[in-house]
């Protein structure tokens, strides 16, 4: 299993609270990751370190071996290029209207892209999500799943690599979200890396390889589903029992959702 990103004792305090507590784990690449776990275990602060969004207050993460926090100026810019990232509340520019918030990651990475070929790029991206009349407008005017949408769409405008996803389903109504996925499959079927916060079970069964189980900031369970369902941590297993809610116990093959 090839490393792409790996977390070693990792700290993060966030104001009094520890976000992540000694946390180690391995998120291979070219292969699709789910981080799981209750609300408040560390998830996001786990996908964000990941992201290079938020830096460690101890320990260190590695891409491809190398420290995040010591990669020139340059190599940092490539990994910004080449990853996208879907925050759980869009966090769009409010100021800014749809088409320039989509614009953006374009125009600050490659600036000789003409208006046209921007314009081109997005409107590809927002046509078969009947979002072009959007355009002109500023986030304030979407619903919360279309905002929602919108910050996916910015985070594959420059078609990634490794796509970071936290909690991307929730709020979005179906006939978007099987758009979403749609395309979710398609960048996982072109080889695209996608590391993904999700309490969603058909996201799980759709893309994911590998699962990292959290609880309390620690790292439970970080393995190939295969062999996650053979744990015997009961912390495990009643993680999943509660977090994959469709199914009513681990006995009943709740794993089974996971599979390929």
């Keep these: 299993m090839e490393s792409l990103i790996e977390l070693q004792r990792v ?8 976000s992540l507590d000694n946390a180690s784990v391995v998120i291979p690449g070219n292969r699709s990751t789910a981080i799981m776990g ?11 370190v990941a992201a290079a969004i938020i830096p460690p207050d101890s320990g260190r993460v590695l891409l491809h071996g190398k420290n995040l926090q010591r990669l020139s100026q340059r190599e940092l810019l490539e990994f910004r290029r080449t990853s996208g990232f879907m925050f759980q509340d869009a966090a769009l520019w409010a100021n800014k209207t749809i088409f320039e918030n989509l614009a953006l990651p374009i125009q600050f990475h490659f600036p000789n892209r003409s208006p046209e070929e921007i314009e081109r790029r997005i409107r590809k991206l927002l046509q078969p999500m009947n979002l072009l009349d959007s355009l002109k407008l500023r986030p304030a005017a979407l619903s919360e799943g279309e905002q929602k949408i919108v910050s996916f769409l910015r985070a594959i405008v420059l078609e990634p690599v490794i796509l970071f996803l936290d909690e991307p389903t929730p709020s979005i109504d179906h006939q978007l979200l099987e ?31 590998h699962l990292v189980i959290l609880k309390g ?3 439970l369970e970080a393995a190939d589903i295969s ?3 053979r744990s015997a941590n009961r912390e495990v297993i009643e993680i999943l029992t509660q977090v994959l809610s469709e199914a009513a116990t681990y006995d009943t093959d709740i794993l089974d959702l996971l599979q390929e």
């Excluded at 695209?192 to 999700?198: E, N, R, W």
């Design 38 to 48: 209750p609300s408040g275990s560390g998830k996001s602060m786990l996908l964000k």
């Design 227 to 229: 062999e996650v369902r």
């Design 217 to 219: 900031g620690r790292i």
């Design 11 to 18: 700290t993060v305090q966030a104001q009094e609270h520890i």
């Design 179 to 209: 758009k979403m996925l749609g395309m979710i499959r398609g960048l996982k079927d072109r080889g695209c890396t996608i590391i993904a916060v999700t309490h969603d079970a058909h996201l799980t069964s759709m893309i994911a390889n």
